[in-house]
């Protein structure tokens, strides 16, 4: 794999250095600084003509920032005679305004991905986007990796009695299934109602949870508001316990006091953010060998769906 170079940003240092780890490629040398102003300057210290190269960068919190980061050093990439540049985006920020859903109002995934290929990106890799149909923004190929493969194992060593797979809401239904259909488990849904941004109510369990061990799957765990509130709502209903897996820890404003002091038995996340603050509740799985492995693939041109077909 000598014909490739691994960089990363600044987002996330730890996870790109596990995934340097895993695939025995150190990280290539890039310089990273702020004018006095607070504007990104980077200058890339070693010769890129003619490789194939791969950026790790999540555009995580600050998001204009790191994605100013981002598409800049892509351009430093670019203009260096890069063969191709696969930006490996772990969390893919503003995804959640995937659509006009009242007037006059942004659709900032998709201007993301312009901002993306207009940089110079040729491929995109990424995991567990908010809404799977911002593939189609991109004219590039895009990969779009199932976190929820992270959690089996996990969930299977918890050797809950009775376990049940639910969707937080109607729109992590298609998510769940997968993880429900991996694990051979029954689902449910919550259904909720949002009022406004980052507030969310519970108003109805679609299916029986009586007696059962809940493990909800979703994408992202946000101000944890709608999480804790199903929590409390499923076991109302009669569940045992309540766990849930969200591959994206953003984990915002109340986020860790919500988790603590709420109904929710354990938080289970990955590490595609960097993780703020510990917690008796929250245990973090690494995505390192799991993006270790597509990077690998993507450079020997082999199949990446093949590391998620289920039977």
Same mark, same amino acid.
């Given at each position: ?5 691994l #960089?990363?940003g600044?987002?996330n240092?730890?996870l790109a250095?596990?995934v340097? @780890?895993y =695939?025995d *490629?150190?990280?290539?040398l !890039? ?11 980077? @200058?890339?210290k070693? /010769? ?8 790790? *960068?999540p ?6 920032? &790191?994605?100013?980061e =981002? ?5 430093a +990439?670019k203009?260096s005679? !890069?063969?191709?540049?696969?930006a490996?985006?772990? %969390? ?7 659509r ?6 942004p659709?900032?995934a998709k201007?993301v ?8 990106i040729?491929? +995109?890799?990424t995991?567990?986007?908010h809404a799977?149909?911002? *593939?189609?923004f #991109? ?5 779009n990796?199932y976190?929820?493969?992270? #959690? ?6 918890? &050797?809950? @009695?009775n376990?049940i797979v639910? /969707?937080?809401?109607?729109g ?5 299934r %997968? #993880?429900?259909k ?14 406004? !941004?980052n507030?969310? $109510?519970?108003? &109805?369990?679609?299916?029986?949870? /009586? ?6 799957i979703?994408?992202?765990v946000?101000?944890a ?8 709502? +499923?076991?109302?209903l ?6 849930a ?5 953003? =984990? ?7 988790? $603590?002091n709420?109904?929710l ?5 990955? &590490?595609?953010l960097?993780?703020k603050?510990?917690s008796?509740k ?30």
């Amino acid at each position: 794999m000598t014909g490739y170079m691994l #960089f990363s940003g600044t987002a996330n240092k730890e996870l790109a250095n596990e995934v340097s @780890k895993y =695939l025995d *490629q150190p990280l290539s040398l !890039a310089k990273v600084t702020r004018f006095s102003d607070g504007e990104i300057n980077i @200058k890339i210290k070693e /010769s890129v003509r003619g490789k194939d190269v791969f950026i790790i *960068q999540p555009t995580s919190a600050p998001a204009n920032a &790191n994605l100013m980061e =981002l598409l800049i050093m892509v351009d430093a +990439l670019k203009r260096s005679s !890069a063969k191709s540049i696969t930006a490996v985006v772990p %969390y893919y920020g503003y995804a959640r305004q995937d659509r006009k859903a009242e007037p006059r109002v942004p659709i900032s995934a998709k201007l993301v991905a312009n901002l993306m290929e207009t940089a110079g990106i040729t491929r +995109l890799v990424t995991v567990d986007l908010h809404a799977s149909q911002i *593939q189609g923004f #991109f004219d590039i190929p895009v990969d779009n990796l199932y976190g929820a493969i992270l #959690f089996n194992d996990y969930v299977k060593s918890k &050797n809950l @009695k009775n376990p049940i797979v639910a /969707s937080p809401d109607i729109g992590g239904v298609a998510r769940a299934r %997968y #993880f429900a259909k991996t694990m051979g488990l029954d689902m449910v849904i919550v259904d909720k109602r949002r009022e406004k !941004a980052n507030e969310s $109510e519970v108003m &109805n369990v679609i299916g029986d949870v /009586s007696g059962k061990d809940v493990i909800m799957i979703d994408d992202m765990v946000d101000t944890a508001g709608t999480m804790v509130k199903a929590a409390s709502a +499923l076991k109302k209903l009669g569940a045992t316990s309540v766990m849930a897996c969200c591959t994206h820890p953003v =984990l915002s404003g109340p986020a860790y006091d919500r988790i $603590e002091n709420g109904e929710l038995d354990e938080l289970i996340i990955t &590490n595609t953010l960097p993780i703020k603050q510990s917690s008796s509740k929250i245990k973090v799985l690494s995505t390192a060998k799991m993006l270790g492995e597509v990077i690998r693939r993507v450079y020997n041109n082999e199949s990446v769906n093949s590391l998620f077909e289920t039977n």
